[in-house]
Protein backbone atom coordinates (compact mmCIF):
# COMPACT_ATOMS: atom_id res chain seq x y z
CA UNK A 1 0.00 0.00 0.00
CA UNK A 2 1.19 3.29 -0.76
CA UNK A 3 1.24 5.61 1.78
CA UNK A 4 2.95 9.55 2.40
CA UNK A 5 3.90 11.12 5.53
CA UNK A 6 3.94 14.63 5.98
CA UNK A 7 5.79 16.59 8.78
CA UNK A 8 8.04 19.26 9.38
CA UNK A 9 5.18 22.44 9.78
CA UNK A 10 5.15 25.01 11.99
CA UNK A 11 4.84 28.49 12.85
CA UNK A 12 7.54 30.56 11.64
CA UNK A 13 8.59 33.79 11.33
CA UNK A 14 9.42 36.08 8.32
CA UNK A 15 12.57 35.19 7.24
CA UNK A 16 13.22 31.81 9.65
CA UNK A 17 13.11 28.36 7.86
CA UNK A 18 11.54 25.27 8.12
CA UNK A 19 12.13 21.62 7.06
CA UNK A 20 9.46 19.43 5.45
CA UNK A 21 9.49 15.67 5.62
CA UNK A 22 7.72 13.68 3.39
CA UNK A 23 8.14 9.90 4.11
CA UNK A 24 6.95 7.21 1.61
CA UNK A 25 5.86 3.69 2.08
CA UNK A 26 4.93 1.26 -0.03
CA UNK A 27 7.18 1.68 -3.24
CA UNK A 28 10.58 3.51 -3.68
CA UNK A 29 11.52 7.12 -4.50
CA UNK A 30 13.63 4.84 -7.61
CA UNK A 31 9.77 4.86 -9.29
CA UNK A 32 8.24 7.43 -8.05
CA UNK A 33 7.90 10.76 -8.50
CA UNK A 34 7.42 13.09 -5.76
CA UNK A 35 5.80 16.05 -5.64
CA UNK A 36 5.13 19.47 -3.13
CA UNK A 37 2.24 21.38 -3.17
CA UNK A 38 0.19 23.70 -1.00
CA UNK A 39 -2.83 25.44 -0.38
CA UNK A 40 -3.48 28.31 1.73
CA UNK A 41 -6.90 29.35 2.89
CA UNK A 42 -9.41 30.31 0.28
CA UNK A 43 -7.00 29.50 -2.38
CA UNK A 44 -6.42 26.82 -5.40
CA UNK A 45 -3.78 24.31 -4.44
CA UNK A 46 -0.67 25.03 -6.04
CA UNK A 47 2.88 23.64 -7.28
CA UNK A 48 5.73 24.26 -5.24
CA UNK A 49 8.28 21.58 -6.37
CA UNK A 50 8.86 18.10 -7.43
CA UNK A 51 11.73 15.64 -7.87
CA UNK A 52 11.65 13.25 -10.35
CA UNK A 53 12.33 9.22 -10.86
CA UNK A 54 15.84 10.61 -12.44
CA UNK A 55 16.67 13.09 -9.75
CA UNK A 56 15.93 16.50 -11.62
CA UNK A 57 14.22 18.84 -9.47
CA UNK A 58 11.33 22.11 -10.25
CA UNK A 59 10.54 24.84 -8.52
CA UNK A 60 7.64 27.05 -8.73
CA UNK A 61 8.57 30.54 -9.77
CA UNK A 62 7.25 32.13 -6.42
CA UNK A 63 9.79 29.77 -4.51
CA UNK A 64 12.80 29.37 -7.11
CA UNK A 65 15.70 29.75 -5.28
CA UNK A 66 14.30 30.13 -1.46
CA UNK A 67 13.24 26.23 -1.56
CA UNK A 68 15.36 23.28 -2.04
CA UNK A 69 13.94 19.76 -2.86
CA UNK A 70 15.77 16.57 -2.05
CA UNK A 71 15.18 13.07 -1.39
CA UNK A 72 17.14 10.33 0.75
CA UNK A 73 16.51 7.01 -0.70
CA UNK A 74 17.97 4.92 1.71
CA UNK A 75 15.67 6.71 4.37
CA UNK A 76 12.61 6.80 1.87
CA UNK A 77 12.05 10.30 2.20
CA UNK A 78 11.59 13.59 0.70
CA UNK A 79 12.48 17.08 1.72
CA UNK A 80 11.72 20.36 1.20
CA UNK A 81 13.93 22.95 2.57
CA UNK A 82 12.78 26.10 3.08
CA UNK A 83 14.54 29.19 3.80
CA UNK A 84 13.49 33.57 3.62
CA UNK A 85 10.09 32.61 4.24
CA UNK A 86 7.34 35.02 3.32
CA UNK A 87 4.00 35.41 4.53
CA UNK A 88 2.45 34.46 1.36
CA UNK A 89 4.25 30.97 2.20
CA UNK A 90 1.42 30.38 4.90
CA UNK A 91 -0.40 27.10 3.36
CA UNK A 92 -0.95 23.86 3.86
CA UNK A 93 1.87 21.67 2.45
CA UNK A 94 1.07 18.65 0.68
CA UNK A 95 3.25 15.98 -0.58
CA UNK A 96 2.25 13.97 -3.62
CA UNK A 97 3.73 10.77 -5.62
CA UNK A 98 2.66 9.20 -8.66
CA UNK A 99 4.74 6.37 -10.82
CA UNK A 100 4.15 7.91 -14.08
CA UNK A 101 3.98 11.61 -14.00
CA UNK A 102 5.19 13.10 -17.37
CA UNK A 103 7.57 16.28 -17.79
CA UNK A 104 4.77 18.24 -18.92
CA UNK A 105 2.50 17.50 -16.12
CA UNK A 106 5.24 18.09 -13.38
CA UNK A 107 3.24 20.64 -12.26
CA UNK A 108 -0.27 19.44 -12.21
CA UNK A 109 -1.88 18.07 -9.27
CA UNK A 110 -4.00 15.86 -10.74
CA UNK A 111 -1.51 14.06 -12.02
CA UNK A 112 -0.49 12.52 -9.14
CA UNK A 113 -2.44 9.52 -7.71
CA UNK A 114 -1.33 9.58 -4.07
CA UNK A 115 -1.37 12.36 -1.36
CA UNK A 116 -0.55 12.78 2.26
CA UNK A 117 -2.43 14.33 4.57
CA UNK A 118 -0.75 17.72 4.62
CA UNK A 119 1.36 19.77 7.41
CA UNK A 120 -0.08 23.33 8.00
CA UNK A 121 3.40 26.37 7.73
CA UNK A 122 2.26 29.34 9.23
CA UNK A 123 4.45 32.48 8.84
CA UNK A 124 3.96 35.17 10.77
CA UNK A 125 4.74 39.14 9.56
Known amino acids: EVQLQASGGGLVQTGGSLRLSCAVS????????IGWFRQAPGKEREFVSA???????YYADSVKGRFTISRDNALNTVYLQMNSLKHEDTAVYYC???????????????????WGQGTKVTVSS
Open 26 to 33: GFTLDDFA
Open 96 to 114: AADEGVILSSIRRSSAYDY
Open 51 to 57: IRRSGHT
